[in-house]
């Protein structure tokens, strides 16, 4: 889309004036004939009286390996569409960025000239190339899904023989596929690249013409607004391609299951301990935050993520995660990461809570292959061999050794030696050192016992510099494998005591959602409605590590992940908008579905539409109805969980107000209420959850205060004082009153009551100790003695009354 006369930008003015930048002019100029009137847009960074924070030190220069980014942009172009690419050189031209100012003085008129060249003409061809070749992919895509329908079926609606023909007709549509997907892979390429050059070209003008036009903020609004470097928009074909790949593949091979059904091709496999799991990425904006945690919460209980986090005192507090990425001056690991091209590894250094607590510290190696399914390697090493491993003079020798002394098997032995030996000589291989430290915050949401569904939620994610780029002011000191200025003053977010040009900080939090492959491959109906909701934004492929290196080196890489562009705009969705996209997406997949499915003879999968019943409604579109109704009518009742007995209970619960069972709701007798106290009857725990046989609570040494004990006692000495009255009492009518009188027969009443209070002290004593033993949690009050004492009292002193009247 040109910046043409209806185009608006509406840029916060806040964050400029906090950035020292305010906004001079916003002016609309004819730029020349046969160019579209353009906007040109100008922000004044006022130079006089500027103080710098001086804790802020500039980046360092980057080295020529990796600044020359028109370079890599000349190697990389793709010929066929050589004349589309970013014209680099020529913005560099205007730009002279090779002559002095002193020499030629940058006016106005070279700001409009270089405005008008990217903004107007180099982004909207790319743009314009971009829109057109996704366009005319997508109709090559929907042609060769109409060619496999006229494949499956035959005029009369008869599944057509496997013969020859056919399956000389599925390996050309095979063969038409892959040419959609090398050019849908090239086009990806194309977009990044291209995205990359306009970052690169605007840094550098605002670097050297910035001390009076910043347009680096413009652009970022700029590229936010075009898709071209968004994953998102080539999502719907993919998944019609995969699904064409799985049909065709599943005739074409003899046994029919050589592949299994494409879940999802934004998810990524990976394998734990011999498990398969797909892996689904997602931002969480911070106002969304609390109600994903919620939601999840009533799904899945919070899992403590590691003991070390138990053994504190506030055990319920989740435990901040530090990983220290490798990498080297080349940038090797994260260019084959952004890249996608053959296999791409990464390597940290992992441990929970602050390194000077002596933690756990993992080694971990995750391999990407090809196919996109990934591994994970990792051993445990102790914080002083870490040096001297990287720089490979120790092999793990003492561990091997532990090992056998404690009697693991030779096979265990063997492989953990195997994966040592094999991370060490990639870091020589590689001139592997820490690069970069990722600290976050993690809560995780797990069924103890039960890995079908995992998920965690990073927050607070701050990455920071680690490298010995610049010898000559390191981030690091390079005899040490890690920053000690953090690690030994216990920094925590937001790290406000190190140089903040070394920070980088995320905005959003991170939502992973991994799900165990089984048979059936069914989703739980929850995970896909928090999937498909205006709560999160998907964002499939994100990396810690790539954006860490992104965001902190940006002038040693000449490779840009595609999700920077998506910082710049606002993730929050409107519900309703986001519901009817999900279902559009879903139907639009059962379609495919259903067209491969009747290709293949099986069923694929099933769709029902969310508002199709009570059963089916997703968490959002019953949200999006409640809010509306509530909107439109004011406050409403709250419905059960059971749809189909909301109203009744409804109904019931006003025909039961003001009476006993409104407070006291055990007593209510109706058909709902028994039929309620039926179902929490017969509740069984949750699939994984067994019943604790002893308490947390009542784990660990028994510790009571003597003051609790003096305090049973003490109560147990008023009993016997109590005993000891009455029956003095007792003792004293009995003697005093002659044989067979009333005062006799209230002697022995009283000594009855002194007995029952002296054997209930004493019982009292010992009950209440073994509760104190026994931890209880239940109140340690019994009204039945002193009524049952008070009551023979009230009855004695009323007998004696009517019998002395009467004898009187």
């Known amino acids: 889309m040109p910046l043409e006369t209806d185009m608006h930008f509406v840029m916060p003015e806040r964050p400029f004036r906090d950035l020292g930048i305010s906004l001079l002019n916003v002016t609309r100029e004819q730029t020349g004939p046969g160019v579209a009137g353009g906007w040109s847009f100008y922000y004044h960074y006022p130079s006089a009286n500027r103080t710098l924070d001086p804790r802020v030190a500039p980046l360092s220069a980057a080295s020529p390996d990796t600044m020359r980014f028109g370079k890599t942009l000349r190697q990389s172009v793709y010929a066929p569409w050589k004349e589309n690419y970013i014209d680099y050189a020529k913005l560099k031209s205007i730009l002279r960025e090779d002559h002095d100012d002193d020499d030629e003085p940058w006016t106005e008129e070279d700001e409009n000239r270089f405005c008008d060249e990217i903004f107007n003409t180099q982004l909207e061809k790319v ?28 005029e009369d609606g008869k599944p057509k023989p496997k013969d020859d023909a056919a399956i000389q007709q599925l390996k050309d549509l095979e063969g038409e596929l892959d040419n959609i997907t090398n050019e849908v892979k090239q086009l990806q390429k194309y977009s990044n690249l291209n995205y990359t050059g306009f970052l690169k070209i605007v840094k550098k003008h605002d670097r050297k ?39 065709i593949r599943q005739q074409l091979e003899e046994n029919g299951t050589s592949e299994a059904y494409p879940l999802d091709p934004d998810s990524q496999p990976e394998t734990h301990n011999g498990e398969r799991y797909t892996a689904h990425k997602f931002w969480v904006h911070p106002d969304n935050l609390l109600e994903v945690k919620t939601y999840i919460l009533r799904r899945l209980p919070n899992l403590v993520y590691s003991q070390q986090a138990a053994k504190e005192v506030d055990g319920n507090e989740d435990p901040t995660i530090t990983s220290l990425y490798f990498g080297s001056a080349k940038f090797p690991l994260y260019s084959k990461k952004v890249e996608r091209e053959g296999e791409a590894s990464s390597l940290r250094l992992r441990w929970y809570g602050q390194l000077s607590a002596k933690p756990d510290v993992f080694l971990e190696q995750k391999v990407l292959h090809e196919n996109g399914s990934s591994e994970e390697h990792k051993f445990i090493i102790k914080e002083k061999y870490i040096k001297p491993f990287i720089d ?52 995780a949401f797990q069924k103890p016992g039960d890995d079908r569904v995992r998920i965690s939620i990073d927050t607070d994610i701050a990455f920071i510099r680690e490298d010995t780029l610049d010898r000559s002011r390191p981030c690091r000191d390079p005899q040490d494998w890690h920053r000690t200025d953090i690690d030994n003053g216990d920094m925590t977010y937001p790290f406000k005591n190190i140089n903040q040009s070394e920070v980088s900080r ?72 986001a519901f009817e996209e999900e ?59 059971d749809g189909e007995n909301g109203e009744a209970a409804a109904d019931e619960g006003r025909r039961d107000y003001g009476t006993l069972s409104s407070i006291f709701p055990g007593f209510s007798l109706s058909k709902y209420a028994r039929a309620r106290r039926a179902r929490e009857a ?127």
Not at 525 to 536: A, E, I, K, T
Not at 688 to 693: A, I, K, L, N, R
């Open 583 to 641: 279902e559009e997406r879903r139907a639009l997949r059962a379609e495919n579905e259903q067209v491969v499915g009747s290709f293949l003879g099986t069923k694929l999968g099933s769709y029902k539409p969310s508002k199709s019943s009570p059963v089916a409604k997703s968490y959002l579109s019953e949200r999006v109805a409640a809010e509306s109704a509530a909107a439109a009518a004011g406050p409403r009742p709250e419905t059960t969980a």
């Open 392 to 443: 490979g003079e120790y092999k793990m020798e003492k561990s091997v050794q532990k090992m056998e002394r404690q009697g693991q098997s030779a096979k265990d032995v063997e492989e953990f030696q195997s994966t040592a030996d094999t991370i060490q000589e990639f870091i020589q291989q590689n001139k592997l050192e820490p690069l970069v430290r990722a600290n976050y915050v993690r809560t």
């Open 127 to 154: 743009a314009r190339f971009q829109e057109e070749k996704v366009k005319g992919l997508r109709d090559r895509a929907d042609a060769a899904f109409d060619k496999l329908k006229d494949l499956s079926t035959t």
């Open 506 to 577: 995320f905005p959003y939090a991170v939502l992973e959602i991994k799900l165990k492959e089984d048979s059936n491959r069914k989703r739980p109906s929850w995970v896909q409605d928090l999937m498909g909701s205006h709560l999160v934004h998907p964002c499939p492929r994100f990396s810690k590590f790539v954006h860490g290196v992104a965001s902190l080196f940006e002038d040693y890489v000449n490779r840009l992940p595609f999700w920077l562009s998506d910082l710049d705009t606002d993730i929050r969705k409107d519900p309703q908008v």
């Open 209 to 247: 013409r910035g001390d009076r036009y910043k347009i680096r903020p413009m652009m970022q609004v700029s590229l936010s607004k075009r898709p071209f470097n968004s994953e998102q928009a080539y999502s719907p074909m993919l998944n019609k391609l995969s699904l064409m790949y799985f049909a």
């Open 682 to 808: 017969a509740a069984a725990m949750p699939e994984g959850v067994v019943e604790p046989t002893e308490w947390i609570k009542n784990s660990g040494p028994l510790q009571i205060e003597p003051k609790v004990w003096l305090a049973n006692e003490r109560t147990f000495l008023r009993w016997q004082h109590i005993c000891v009255l009455l029956g003095g009492l007792a003792i004293s009518l009995y003697t005093a009153a002659g044989k067979g009188t009333v005062a006799e027969w209230m002697g022995i009443g009283y000594i009855l009551i002194a007995v029952f209070s002296g054997c209930w002290g004493y019982y009292t004593l010992h009950w209440r100790r073994s509760m104190i033993v026994a931890r209880s949690g239940k109140d340690f009050d019994s009204m039945v003695g002193p009524l049952v004492i008070s009551g023979a009292l009230m009855l004695a002193l009323v007998l004696n009354f009517v019998f002395a009247v009467s004898a009187s």
